[in-house]
Nanobody, 122 residues
């Protein structure tokens, strides 16, 4: 059974940084593609970043150059380093996983964590 648990959200001022973590209870973690999505009030769930085959990364246009995704397979943990945060980054951030061969950068067909809230003040 796949279980994902996010942590690290909070409130920061614009220009600040946060590091999100997601611990995955997956025995074959290295065989899964993992990523982050976010959802702001009144908006659709949005792709943020993904990592496949442990090294291949992909970012949404709105976060390129500011966010960095990484994973530690030995710890079954996914990270999202968020720098230069903007008020428009305010959202609930969700960890997602899918079998590597089936991964797409869309919200469909994913295992999900419960989300962690990020608030960026002006």
């Amino acid at each position: 059974q796949v279980q994902l648990l996010e942590s690290g959200g909070g409130m920061v001022q614009a220009g600040g940084s946060l590091r999100l973590s997601c611990v995955a209870s997956i025995s074959t973690f290295s065989e899964y593609a993992v990523g982050w999505f976010r959802q702001a009030p009144g908006k659709e769930r949005e792709f943020v970043a993904s990592i496949r085959w442990s090294t291949i990364t992909f970012y949404g246009d709105s976060v390129k150059g500011r966010f960095t995704i990484s994973r530690d397979n030995a710890k079954n943990t996914l990270y999202l380093q968020m720098n230069s945060l903007k008020p428009e980054d305010t959202a609930v951030y969700y960890c997602a996983a899918a079998w590597q061969s089936s991964w797409t950068n869309s919200p469909s067909d994913k295992y999900w964590g419960q989300g962690t809230r990020v608030t960026v003040s002006s």
